[in-house]
C-alpha cells in the first residue's frame, strides 16, 4: 500500500506543477515587455520602413536579423526613427534591449543588427544632419499635437 501511494502522490504533484506551469494566468516577462512597450514614444510616429535596395548584401542580411527580433515588442519605427547613430549608441541600445526578458536575440545576431544600425545611421542620419534634425523636429512636433505633451514627459 504504502509502496505504491508515495509514487502515485509524487506524479499527481508532478502533474500540477507542469499544469501550472502551462495554464499560468502570470505574465511573462515577455508579455510585460510588449505591455511596457505600448507607452508612447515620439520615434513611432516615423516610416516603419526603410530602402535598403542599395546597400551592401551582408547589410542586407543583416536587416534581415534586424526585422525580426527588433519588431516584436514595438514596431520597427521606434529603432529607426530615434536619433541615436554612433556606435557607442547603438551598442548600448542594442544590449538593452537584449537583455529584456523573452527577446530571443543570441549574441550573433545582436552583432548583425549592431552592424546594421551603424551602417544605416550613417547613410541616413549622419550623411544629412539638417535633414534628419528635421525630420527629428517634425516628429517631436507630431507627438506634442497627438499627446498634448513633450515626449519626455511620456516616460514618466
Ligand atoms: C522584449 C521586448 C523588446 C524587444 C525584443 C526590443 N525592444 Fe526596444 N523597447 C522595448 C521597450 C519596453 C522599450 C521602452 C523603453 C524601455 O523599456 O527601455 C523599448 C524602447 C526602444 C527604443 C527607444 C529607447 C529610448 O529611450 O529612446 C529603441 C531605440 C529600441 N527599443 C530599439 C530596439 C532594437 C534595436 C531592438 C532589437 C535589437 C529592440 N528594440 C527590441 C522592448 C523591446
Not at 536575440?105 to 544629412?128: A, H, M, W
Request: glycine share 4%.
Amino acid at each position: 500500500m504504502r509502496s505504491t501511494f508515495l509514487p502515485l502522490f509524487f506524479s499527481f504533484a508532478l502533474a500540477i506543477f507542469i499544469s501550472s506551469d502551462v495554464y499560468s494566468d502570470t505574465p511573462s516577462g515577455l508579455e510585460l515587455e510588449i505591455e511596457r512597450a505600448k507607452k508612447p514614444m515620439a520615434w513611432d510616429l516615423g516610416p516603419e520602413m526603410v530602402d535598403i535596395s542599395q546597400y551592401p548584401p551582408e547589410i542586407q542580411a543583416d536587416y534581415k536579423v534586424f526585422a525580426t527580433k527588433c519588431g516584436k515588442c514595438h514596431t520597427l519605427a521606434r529603432p529607426l526613427n530615434s536619433p541615436y547613430c554612433t556606435a557607442e549608441e547603438w551598442n548600448n541600445y542594442v544590449n538593452k534591449m537584449m537583455r529584456k526578458p523573452g527577446s530571443g536575440i543570441t549574441p550573433v545576431e545582436g552583432k548583425q543588427i549592431f552592424d546594421f544600425l551603424v551602417y544605416d545611421s550613417k547613410v541616413r542620419k549622419l550623411s544629412n544632419p539638417d535633414a534628419w534634425n528635421k525630420h527629428i523636429d517634425q516628429i517631436l512636433a507630431a507627438f506634442q499635437e497627438k499627446y498634448g505633451h513633450a515626449r519626455e514627459k511620456a516616460s514618466q
